[in-house]
């Protein structure tokens, strides 16, 4: 087991090292459209791609998740392994809108030896995932 201090040094270090070996301006939280947001998520259990709807207005949640589900089609040709999900519980008990893609490997963040696998997972996936929204963005914002 690692204390907090050594968990949250390898945190850093997992998310600098990313940075380094991958430098790229990533879209991430700068959708333009408020609580729209693309993460990387890795922690102790998994890593995934993912698409966060977090707005405060649970009515506009819903009508970009439906307009999202709208092409999920399209969204599969390119992600085959994504997953919707309109009752995502993050960690901390909070529910939210996702659709992710998985790392589908063993992973850790923890484990140095299985960071480059999900350095690679992450900018084989979040490119097609932004090529998406880019692609379909103004009928995704068209709310």
Known sequence: MFSKDEAAKLRKEFWTSFGKSFPR???LYNTKVKGLAFKFVADRKRAMVCLDLENPDELTNMLYYDQLLS???LLEAALPEVIFND??????G??????YVPFERKFSI?????????????VANMPKFELFFYEYEAIIKNI
């Not at 923890?110 to 992450?122: A, P, Q, V």
């Open 110 to 122: 923890h484990n140095k030896n299985t960071w480059r696998d999900c350095y690679e997972f992450f």
């Open 71 to 73: 092409l999920k089609t």
């Open 94 to 99: 909070k529910i939210i809108r996702r659709i």
């Open 87 to 92: 009752c995502y519980e993050l960690d901390n």
């Open 25 to 27: 301006k990533w879209l």
